[in-house]
């Protein structure tokens, strides 16, 4: 399992804002980017992303979280596997076996 340590670290330095619009494309709104909600049907880009913070909100369906979160609900996969391969491609460990 990952440390808390280094899940803050990767919520931290994987941006939300590339996490989220490799999956769906994000538009400027006035304080925050706002897409499509892939979590649940929307229609009215409900999904917030928030720069600032590095969280995601939708205001539809409730899901929030930061990239991690994000990435665990979009990929359907575990906290170990998304914070492993994220920890890698940030350069934060070398192999995901000891992160
Ligand atoms: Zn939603």
Do not use: W
Not at 1 to 28: F, G, R, W
Not at 60 to 71: D, T
Request: glycine content about 8%; proline content about 5%.
């Amino acid at each position: 399992m990952p440390s808390d340590e280094l899940i803050s670290h990767i919520q931290t330095k994987a941006n939300i804002v590339n996490v989220v619009s490799a999956y769906i494309p994000l538009q400027d709104s006035r304080k925050a980017l706002k897409g499509r909600c892939p979590f649940h049907p929307d229609t009215n880009a409900s999904l917030m992303v928030s720069q600032e913070k590095n969280t995601f909100k939708c205001f539809g369906c409730g899901k929030e979280g930061g990239p991690i979160e994000f990435l665990m609900a979009v990929e359907g996969k575990s906290r170990t596997e998304i914070a492993g391969r994220l920890a890698v491609k940030l350069g934060l460990v070398h192999d995901m076996r000891t992160a």
